[in-house]
């Protein structure tokens, strides 16, 4: 089959990482695999496979050209975004979806009928939200409703979800889809759940790179940008407080950093806790590591997670909403702790405790890349769809 994956850019992330690891994941089973990104930056993740065909569409450029879609950017930007707050996708997002038909029919002249058209985040569905087609899945890596009420997060959702076939990245997403469905009015054609696919060739290559910074004695680790949402300040009060001599090593950047680090200091753990900064490969960071620890205030799946046990490592983790349990179940429920400072202490201490246990391959099975692909290929299961809702219905009765 034909197969196109969409993403916003290609920026180091996890959703942009998880993206490529899809084009892989098309191309490995032997299918014809194309990635197309809206925007051009610096340092772009690159695919693993070879038979990965790459694209690029400036379609901020491309609306601008149309001259209707300057005036359209114009009235968003400067009059209606200002007047209805973070309305700007949905006036230039029509118009984008309009583009985006028509680039597709350019590439299909070329390469001939896409069979699965792939977007992933909502940050790539707000750039052409009016685009719809029976081919098209369209990929929630995590929660979409927080409670919200009111006309504009409804129009939001009718914008961006309406009469699409959604997948979500894990059960809970699931179940957050329909809440959003019955509280906001909006009637997704379809509603799957396929987890992440888990590159396992590629990363246990590059967990083995050599990397002459890593400390040279055991140490925890968490990966992830240095935002709220990761609530690595939970993960720093809580280390603090587990008494653990064991350093603390810190992978990522964002807004946090220099407010993690003051509180490192208050804390009296400054010289104990590492702040690695952002890297291109994190996995010998995980690999060497004695325990990977995430303390996030929710998570669409958590790709970490597997990516750390790929690399052999053992994880904890605190309970939050989204799809932790898609891959901590069974034997791995152990490595869940209450998302509470004293709970993740304890279980930091605990999980520290004798030798490093030897991961077991059968709990990655549901995350082999043949598995994904797979999956996004068969047609959308209508009857899990009534299911979801009709939960979810009779959860609030």
Not at 7 to 22: D, H, I, P, Q, T
Not at 60 to 87: D, K, Q, Y
Not at 157 to 163: D, I, S, V
Not at 285 to 303: D, K, N, P, Q, T
Request: charged letters at 25%.
């Amino acid at each position: 089959m034909r197969t196109l994956v969409v993403v916003r850019s290609l920026k180091m992330g996890g959703m942009e990482r998880v993206a490529v690891n899809l084009a892989d994941a098309f191309a490995e089973t032997g299918h014809e695999s194309h990635l197309l990104t809206f925007r051009r930056v610096r340092k772009p993740l690159a695919p693993e496979h070879s038979e990965v065909q790459l694209h690029q569409f400036s379609l901020h450029w491309a609306l601008r050209l149309t001259l209707v879609g300057l005036l359209i950017e114009w009235l968003a930007r400067w009059f209606l975004n200002p007047i209805i707050r973070r309305s700007y996708f949905v006036w230039t997002g029509y118009l984008g979806g309009w583009l985006f038909r028509a680039w597709l029919w350019r590439f299909e002249r070329r390469h001939g009928r896409v069979d699965r058209i792939v977007f992933r985040g909502v940050g790539t569905f707000e750039l052409i939200w009016h685009f719809r087609d029976e081919r098209a899945r369209f990929v929630l890596e995590n929660l979409i409703y927080r409670g919200e009420q009111g006309w504009k997060p409804r129009l939001f959702a009718r914008c961006l979800y309406q009469h699409k076939h959604l997948v979500a990245v894990s059960g809970g997403v699931a179940e957050n889809v329909a809440e959003a469905q019955r509280a906001l009015g909006f009637a997704p054609a379809s509603v799957e759940v396929i987890v992440n696919p888990c590159p396992f060739g590629a990363i246990r290559r590059l967990m083995r790179a050599d990397e002459p910074d890593l400390p040279d004695e055991p140490y925890l680790v968490t990966v992830a940008r240095l935002v709220p949402a990761k609530d690595q300040a939970l993960l720093l009060r809580a280390y603090a407080r587990s008494g653990l001599a064991m350093p603390l090593v810190l992978v990522g950047d964002g807004q946090e950093r220099g407010r993690l680090g003051a509180l490192a200091d208050e804390l009296g753990i400054a010289g104990r806790v590492r702040f690695a900064g952002q890297r291109d490969n994190p996995y010998p960071w995980m690999h060497h590591a004695r325990l990977f620890v995430l303390s996030s205030r929710f998570e669409g799946m958590g790709i970490v997670l597997f990516e750390a046990l790929a690399c052999g490592t053992p994880v904890l983790s605190v309970d939050c909403p989204g799809g932790i349990r898609e891959i901590l179940k069974g034997p791995l429920t152990s490595s869940i702790v209450e998302h509470d400072e004293a709970a993740l202490a304890e279980g930091m201490r605990a999980a520290v405790a004798g030798e490093k246990p030897l991961i077991d391959e059968a709990w990655l099975d549901d995350f082999k890349p043949e598995t994904v692909a797979g999956k996004f290929l068969s047609p959308p299961d209508i009857e899990r769809t009534a299911r979801l809702a009709g939960a979810t219905k009779g959860g609030e009765q």
